[in-house]
């Protein structure tokens, strides 16, 4: 496969051995400071088999300006008539029914050619967020009743957010992705089963990231957003490129929630907007498969409304393209388990006194 040259982005840069490799690696000046408290992040879905159903369900040096502001609101603004094809499938913004909702602030759309980065802690490229505007991400997603509650909240103020799905999770809980791509959500994805990419082999990474690609995608039904986000946020320069060549933009964050260790909804959303309150604006890191990040959703949005702060929605502007090789593998993974229950039931359950 054609191999784009690394993109070297400004900045402290760590040499990266991939097997065994326990250091973070940070493409940014903030790396230093952060990896100490990022290295910590999302310990608690670090391995995911043990969630497994138990049922039979189975940059750039020159790069051009990439995140375009394309709607404001409370103004539904048209979009402006697109000189190229526009690949990305319409979708009809979700009714708000609350006028005293948050609301969504603002629409951007990215450009993801090349694989741009965004979020301050690793990637100072794209510094697109006005003071007070804040971007809401979900990880390790699709799962039953916590996903749906923070669709639920997400709905009853009318904001919209990135979720960033294990393919995994997906294959497990499809009809509930489908949920999050029905609420007009923007979906990227985030590994096949949630590895460290970073202490992985090239190849396994590389097959991680792209069979997660298929496999949520498969399970939306959908083509999704060439949004990728690291488990852990660890990257080698290898996938970095290979994000690159495959035009996947990166997510990194702002604000980590810290819901891998703050299990209590008060003591999350005061995690939250305290960070909030000291960075000023940022892409906020939650995840929707824990109950109660799920718990703390609606009142983190109370207070960001309270505290005059504006919701960025951010989506894609073209789709991204899943490789066959890696939805075959996903397809024969999901294959429904053979089991003897194809009979009738009458032949096999008889009423016999
Ligand atoms: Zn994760």
Redesign the pocket.
């Known amino acids: 496969m054609r191999k784009l040259p690394f993109l070297i982005v400004a900045g402290s840069f760590t040499a990266v051995v991939a097997a065994g490799a326990g250091a973070w690696h940070f493409f940014g000046p903030a790396g230093a400071q952060t990896s100490a408290k990022a290295d910590k992040g999302?310990i608690t879905?670090a391995s995911i088999d043990t969630r497994a159903p138990k049922s039979n369900s189975t940059a750039p040096a020159e790069p051009p300006p990439r995140v375009q502001a394309v709607a404001a609101a409370p103004a539904a603004a048209p979009m402006p008539a697109a000189p190229a094809v526009e690949k990305r499938p319409a979708i009809a913004k979700p009714v708000c029914n609350n006028p005293n909702a948050l609301g969504v602030s603002r629409t951007v759309q990215i450009d993801t050619t090349g694989g741009p980065g965004l979020g301050l802690s690793q990637y100072r490229d794209y510094d697109f967020l006005q003071p007070g505007e804040v971007v809401l991400t979900f990880?390790?997603g699709p799962w039953p009743v916590t996903t749906p509650a923070v669709l639920a909240a997400l709905s009853a103020q009318c904001v919209q957010a990135v979720f960033?799905p294990?393919g995994k999770h997906a294959t497990w809980h499809p009809a509930v992705l489908k949920q999050v791509i029905a609420a007009g959500h923007t979906v990227g994805s985030?590994t096949w089963s949630?590895k460290n990419l970073a202490s992985r082999p090239a190849q396994e990474a590389t097959d991680e990231i792209e069979k997660g690609i298929s496999a949520v995608s498969m399970m939306a039904g959908t083509p999704i957003a060439p949004f990728f986000?690291f488990?852990?946020l660890r990257q080698t320069p290898e996938l970095k490129a290979h994000l690159a060549e495959r035009n996947i933009a990166t997510f990194s964050i702002d604000i980590d929630s810290q819901d891998f260790k703050i299990h209590k909804p008060d003591a999350l959303v005061t995690s939250v907007m305290t960070q909030l309150k000291k960075k000023g604006k940022g892409i906020i890191l939650l995840?929707d498969l824990h109950k109660w990040s799920a718990a703390a959703v609606p009142e983190i949005l109370n207070q960001l409304k309270a505290g005059g702060y504006k919701v960025v929605f951010i989506r894609a502007k073209d789709t991204l393209a899943t490789l066959p090789d890696y939805d075959a593998m996903v397809a024969a993974e999901v294959q429904p388990v053979k089991t003897s229950n194809a009979r009738p039931i009458s032949n096999v359950i008889q009423t016999v006194d």
């Open positions: 999302e879905t990880d390790d960033f294990i985030h949630h986000r488990p852990q995840h």
